[in-house]
Every structure is written in C-alpha cells, then in structure tokens.
C-alpha cells in the first residue's frame, strides 16, 4: 500500500474514534434526546469499507451507522448537529442516528428494524443491474439480525439474480444486553453460504490496512463473477456496562449497546481505550508507532474541537 493510502487510513480511523469519544462526553452529560448506538471497536471494517468505495457504489447500513457515516463524510459536525435534530443537521434535523443516510456519499438508506435493509439492498441491487450500473452495493448488519428471515431470502435471491453485492455482518457475539452464547446455539454463517453457494471469508484482527486490501479483492470479485459475497467481520463493541436489576442487585458486567459509553474518557487525551487487538488504535499503533498515533490525535483533536465550536 502506497504510503499516502496508508496516512490516509490512520487519519480516517482516529478521526472516526475520537468523534465518536466527543459525542460521548456529551452523551454522558445527558445532552441528547435520542437514542445513539456508537461503534467504538468497529472503526476498522468502517474505514476499510470507504476506502473501496467509488462514486458508483451503494452502502446501505444498519441502526449502529455511525463509523460509517463519520469515513464517508469526513466530518462531525454536520452529523452532531443531526444528533441534536438541529436544521443544520446532515439531514436538516429529521432522522436523528439510526436512520442517518448521506446520499452525495453514497449512503443511501440506513434502518432501524432489525434485517430490513438485506431486503431494501437487495432491491436496490436489483435495479442497479436493470440501468447497467457500474458499482457494488454493500450491506451492513449485526450478528443479530442474521436470526431474520430477510436474511435467507435476500442471501437467495441475490445469488439467483446474480447480483454483486458485499454482504458484510458485523459480529460482536451479543445480543442488546445478552451474549450469543447464552440465548442460542450457535450460526455458522459458512455453511449457510456453502448452502447457497455464495462465496464466504471470515475476517478478524482489526487490521485496517489487511481489512482494505482484502475487501477491494472481494469487490472486484463479486464484480467479475456477478456474485454476492458473505463476509463475517468479528468485532468487539468497546464500552461495557454494568448492569443492575432485581435480578442482579450486585450488577452484571455487559456488553455496550447504545446510549453514553460510562467507561470510555477524553480526558486523557489519547484515541485508544485497550491494549489488545480488539482496539483498532492499538492495532493501527503497533503499525505505524506510537509517536506518529499521538501527534494525528493531538492534531485531529483540535480540528474537531474548533469544527464543533
């Protein structure tokens, strides 16, 4: 990778992370009306996904939208506003974050029912072979919302319309406030794809740079052969809860699921929570150094201060 792709990567990364850490610093001060589902963890797969993306090319997300809109636009506070359903929102104010779209970068329809959009996808697929476009539409979803019968049917119909689409799941292995493991067996999503003979690779590690390269080789893939491709992105949703009910008067350490992030702090000034692979920071740092993590942070933190001014 060309070393100005790779700037580009770590500055898109710690952007989308310290975004989303200055939404929730407000977040916490209690300063919104709505319901925010923010993506800490998820911003490798997110930066990977703009990267390959071209003028041509559809992306249709989820309730959990937030890395995604933050690459395409490059910016926060167009997209903080819209959380504050101001008039000078990316929208004017009117969808708030789980149903946030931005048409000019090809984020076209984002949904908060659970597998809704594999079907809204496949139809937009549908129609971008029926006017001989040129592009790929891309879907994102949770683990989640593989239990959903839109899944399976949208999975068939795009193989047998021989449509190229990337269907790309983002799995966290919880469920709201419930871990996978704990409320089913287990879905191995290769065998469904096996079952459909759809194309599957399972990607985890969070590099951003391995993540580019190997999504760009499976669009053009699914470009050449007319095909879907299945992709399984393990993720690990940063900020977890402690959760105190009847049931659990001690509290119940639990995954993030929406709302202020408790554990996550600005203060220190610095874009990594963890110090393991599960944090694209500390991956992207054990690339590129520590000093030069620090000085785009020092920098980006500023920009994106005197932006939300």
């Known amino acids: 990778m060309k070393p100005e792709n790779q700037n580009n990567i770590v500055e898109k990364i710690l952007r989308i992370r310290l975004s989303q850490m200055l939404i929730n610093e407000d977040y916490k001060k209690s300063k919104f009306k709505i319901p925010i589902h923010l993506a800490l963890g998820h911003e490798s797969i997110a930066t990977a996904v703009s990267q390959i993306m071209n003028k041509n090319d559809k992306l249709v997300l989820s309730h959990r939208n937030i890395a995604y809109n933050l690459a395409r636009l490059g910016k926060l506070k167009p997209i903080l506003d819209e959380y504050y359903l101001k008039s000078s929102g990316l929208v004017n104010g009117k969808t708030g974050s789980m149903n946030l779209t931005n048409v000019e970068k090809g984020i076209i329809y984002s949904s908060s029912i659970l597998g809704n959009n594999f079907s809204v996808s496949t139809g937009i697929a549908m129609g971008e072979k029926i006017r ?119 509290g119940k350490l639990i995954n993030y699921h929406a709302g202020p992030a408790p554990t996550v702090d600005l203060e220190k000034n610095t874009a990594k929570i963890i110090d393991d692979v599960s944090d694209p920071i500390f991956v992207l740092e054990k690339q590129v150094g520590s000093k030069k993590i620090e000085e785009v942070t020092k920098t980006l933190l500023k920009e994106l201060n005197n932006e939300i001014k």
């Open 132 to 250: 001989s476009q040129k592009g790929i539409t891309i879907i994102l979803a949770g683990d989640g919302a593989i239990e959903e019968g839109s899944f399976h049917e949208s999975l068939l119909m795009l193989k047998s319309l021989e449509l190229s689409v990337l269907v790309i799941i983002e799995n966290n292995e919880w469920s709201m406030a419930t871990k996978i493991s704990d409320r089913r067996h287990s879905i191995n999503l290769d065998k469904f794809a096996e079952a459909y003979d759809i194309k599957y690779v399972k990607m985890s590690g969070n590099d951003p740079i391995q993540y580019t390269e190997k999504l760009d080789d499976l669009k053009q893939f699914s470009l050449k052969e007319k095909t879907p491709v299945l992709i399984e992105v393990m993720v690990t949703t940063i900020g977890e809860w402690i959760l105190t009910t009847p049931e659990f008067p001690d």
